[in-house]
């Protein structure tokens, strides 16, 4: 009896117990996850191509964007900790691991969700051409087999012209190293991605042709040279971390940054591996630092309002030994007047020209959300109508990029706007007229069209088109002197302007003139001029 009273107390011991080792067994999983971004990049040169001697075709001559079938690698491949044993490839330059088969895709983006884990050693919109194809082939024994595969693609795009360029891709069984291999080239392509990415396709190792560098960070889809024949990049996935680790350099991706705008952080030199962990912490004066909350990735995006030091924690959790990052300072450019609609720039009396621009590199940043908002950065500005501003006319003409123009109420709220051809000047320069707005606070927000940047000239004219309201005196008879030929007359004109302006009298007499007459003379006033 007691023994079987105290069984379900042993065996919730015993669940507890598998509960907790099976929580740790995931911990370890999770501290040793590969992802794309944590592969070893390197680069090399003096590279060969394989003759691709007895391969087959995946993908044949005269196809734009179509993709092949699914693919056998011929041996079971390994990535992110996932083991593949098919692929698809594109005729536009990129590998797509499992099933199902990739889908068109010529608009290349790093970040994209579609056609992922994708390899890609120069992704853009290609064509094989009339004489192109993609082909691939498995060599060596088991367990040293490689995959490779060539394309023979039109680069820049020719779906009508001969195949001009030649890359490889090889991906290699049990140490599931991928290299990309160049041979010669065409041209120089539009704008292509170079790298990999993972099942989640933030994690990627972009790849800048210029430089042969790669970020884990920044994603580059903009290459149009091509890496060179002989060129050789390569992903070796991450090994276990063992002993004290390195904590490298902190390296940002600006400095200065601008306030309140994010910038992103990461590490040169620590050590790769798996088992590894991180822990960002951050300084107001760079001796007192503390852990930032979530920030436990090998990177970090984030924003400051005032100048920061920046550090990583990186601790192997094989070993439990643990290194600190070369600190960093990041200093702040203050965000500047005229960013938002609650501190503009405020001018003056009218008229005002001012040169102005709206180039992120100087902090200026997409604040307006109102009706018409375009993505690119916008510059506030506030001005007065008063009552001497009958019409007022503002304008960008004469720009160095498509503007688009917003103008505002006092509460914020658009009352007329401009993208191009407006009533000032042709062409993607905008401008707008005013007739008789009411007297108040007004706003003219300048951005560009769609996230166009560059400099301008914010002119805002006015036209008085009140005249000055003038009385003259009523004709004036009087008795002259007896023996006199005259009288002397005293008369004034009154005079008011909606611009306040003074009147004054510019031409006639300020009193009568003699008249031989039987009757006393009959004067009028001369007519009075405004200033």
Known sequence: MRTLTHLPLLL????????????????VAGLNAQTANTYAFTTSTGATLDVMAGAATAIGASVDDTPSGILDIGFSFSYEGTAYTQFSVSPDGFIKLGSPAAVSQFSNSIVSTTNIPKLFPYWDDLATGTTGNVTYLVTGSAPNRVLKVQWFVTIPRNTVGAANSTMQAWLYETTNVIEFRYGAVGGNSSSASLGINGATATNFHSITSTTHTSSTVTANNSNTIWPGSGRQYTFTPPQPCAGTPSGGATVASANPVCSGVSFSLSLSGATQGLGLAFQWQSSSDGVSYSDIGGATNSSLTTTATSTTWYQCIVTCNNSGQSATSTALMVNVTPEPVGNTFANPIILGALPQTVPGNNLAANCWTSTYSGANAQSSPDVFYQFQ???????????????????????????????????????????????????????????????????????????????????????????????????????????????????????????????????????????????????
């Open 385 to 531: 109508v008063t009552d001497c501003n009958d019409n007022i006319a503002i304008s960008l003409c004469g720009s160095s990029f498509d503007t688009y123009l917003h103008i505002l109420d006092a509460s914020g709220t658009q009352i007329a706007f401009n993208d191009d051809n407006g009533p000032l000047c042709s062409g993607a320069q905008s401008s707008i007229s005013l007739t008789a707005p009411a007297i108040g606070t007004y706003y003219a927000v300048v951005e560009g069209f769609s996230s166009n940047t560059g400099n301008y000239t914010l002119a805002i004219t006015t036209t008085d088109i009140t005249p000055p309201s003038i009385t003259c005196p009523a004709n004036v008879v009087a008795n002259n002197d007896p023996g006199a030929c005259g009288a002397a007359i005293a008369y004034s004109v009154t005079a008011s302007d909606n611009c306040s302006a003074t009147v004054t009298q510019g031409m006639g007499l300020a009193s009568g003139v003699c008249s031989r007459s039987e009757q006393p003379p009959t004067l009028s006033p001369l007519p009075m001029a405004p200033a």
């Open 12 to 27: 919730r011991r015993k669940t507890r117990l598998l509960s907790l080792l099976l929580l740790c067994m995931g911990v």
